[in-house]
C-alpha cells in the first residue's frame, strides 16, 4: 500500500471517530441502565452533552482533514481541498439528521415535542454540526491554501484558543485543562515541524 493510501485510510479513520465514540458510549450508558427496546433519553443527553466526545470528534475532524490534504500532491491539494469542504458538509449533514432520528428513537417515535425538546437540549449534536459547516467555509475561503501550509499561523492560532478555553471551561477544569493541553502541545509539535522544514531548506 502506497503511503498516501495510508494516509487517506486513515484521515477516513478519524472521520469516522465522531460516529463511533458516541455510539460505543451510547451502548455503555444503555447497558449500566438496562438493556429495553428503546434508548433511554437520559443516555441520549448524556451522550451529545459529554464534553469530552465533542472535543475529541472536533479534533479528529480537524486532524483528518489535514492529514488528507496533505496526502496528496502539492499541485492537487487546491482541488482536493474543495472536495473535502464539500465532504464535510455532507457529514455535517448526516450528524445532525443521526441525532435528529436517534433523539426521535428516544422519544419511541411518538412524543414529537419530546423528541425536539431532547435534540435541543443535547447542545453538542447541535454544535458539532454547526462546527463541521463553518470548518468547511473556513477551507474554501481565499486564505484556505496559505491556512493550512502556512504552519505558523496555524501554531499562533491554537495558542490563541488557549485562553478562551480556559475560560469557558472554567466549571468544568477537567475539561479546559486537557483542550488547553492538548492545543499547547499541538502548536509546539507544528511550530517544531516548521522551523525544521526551514533548516532543511537552508541547508539545500
Same mark, same amino acid.
Given at each position: ?63 483528518? =482533514?489535514? +492529514?488528507? @490534504?496533505?496526502? %496528496? ?6 482541488? !482536493?481541498?474543495?472536495?473535502? $469542504?464539500?465532504? /464535510? ?10 441525532a ?14 419530546g ?20 470548518? =468547511?467555509f +473556513?477551507? @474554501?475561503?481565499? %486564505? ?6 502556512? !504552519?505558523?499561523?496555524?501554531? $499562533?492560532?491554537? /495558542? ?18 486537557s483542550?488547553?493541553l492538548?492545543?499547547l ?20
Open positions: 500500500m502506497k503511503r498516501s493510501e495510508l494516509y487517506q485510510d486513515l484521515a477516513m479513520l478519524l472521520f469516522l471517530i465522531p460516529f463511533i465514540l458516541p455510539a460505543v458510549y451510547a451502548l455503555y450508558l444503555w447497558s449500566s441502565y438496562g438493556l429495553s427496546p428503546f434508548l433511554p433519553s437520559q443516555v441520549y443527553l448524556e451522550v451529545t452533552r459529554d464534553p469530552y466526545v465533542f472535543m475529541v470528534g472536533m479534533f479528529s475532524v480537524i486532524v483528518g =482533514s489535514l +492529514i488528507e @490534504v496533505s496526502s %496528496f500532491p502539492p499541485e492537487e491539494r487546491d482541488q !482536493r481541498i474543495v472536495q473535502l $469542504s464539500s465532504n /464535510l458538509q455532507k457529514i455535517a449533514l448526516a450528524s445532525f439528521l443521526l435528529l432520528f436517534v433523539s426521535w428513537y428516544s422519544n419511541h417515535f411518538t412524543d414529537v415535542s423528541t425536539f425538546l431532547d435534540f435541543l437540549a443535547g447542545r453538542f449534536n447541535v454544535l458539532f454540526p454547526s462546527f463541521l459547516v463553518f470548518f =468547511s +473556513i477551507l @474554501v475561503t481565499p %486564505f484556505s491554501v496559505s491556512w493550512i501550509r502556512n !504552519r505558523y499561523f496555524i501554531s $499562533s492560532l491554537l /495558542l490563541v484558543l488557549i485562553p478562551p478555553v480556559l475560560y469557558i471551561g472554567r466549571h468544568h477544569p477537567a475539561f479546559s485543562f483542550v488547553s492538548l492545543l502541545i499541538s502548536a509546539v509539535a507544528i511550530f517544531s515541524l516548521t522551523k525544521g522544514e526551514h533548516h532543511d531548506k537552508e541547508k539545500t
